[in-house]
């Protein structure tokens, strides 16, 4: 299928890519009455069928938009879902008496930054060896991802917080 799905988007029908990609070609041919081709990697729609597709792309461009619009809103939907997740289980580990629960995120910060020193102090060539590349990729991602989930997810607490503290204050209505 990526074949196909490489074709059209190289072909200027994206709306049609994005369907099959979504849908299945399957769902696709039946929901259009289109025939598909079947193209192998690196072969493009000939012009007679990359015309033929764009006219029906037009055609059912109605059904192709909505589809795109279906799968952004399933896209967002799990994305709010996993972060509602996320903060549940950290405002969960906040609120127990256990004391390496409240604390794991800072200790696991602590130990990939640390681990970043180290291997950045390691790599200096008078220092000691040079590290191999897969290991500083991967700390490199795991870092990131815990900076970001960290720091951003603690400022999206505060933030939402402070919003619904102001959200339910009173406007004061007295005057001087």
Partial sequence: ML????AL???GLPLLANAVV???KDFVEIKTGLKLP???FGQALSPADALALKKAETDHQEFLVTAALEDRKIDADLSKSEGADISARWDSDNKTDSWLAKNVRPLLMLALFCSL????LMSIPSVGQPI???WVDLFKGLAQSA???YFGGRSVEKTAR???ENWNKKPDTKRP
Avoid: C, Q, R, W
């Fill in 38 to 40: 079947d193209v192998s």
């Fill in 117 to 120: 020193v180290l291997f950045a």
């Fill in 9 to 11: 988007v190289n072909a």
């Fill in 132 to 134: 191999a590349e897969n």
């Fill in 147 to 149: 900076f970001y989930a």
């Fill in 3 to 6: 074949p196909l799905i490489m």
């Fill in 22 to 24: 979504s849908k299945g």
């Fill in 162 to 164: 402070t919003i619904a």
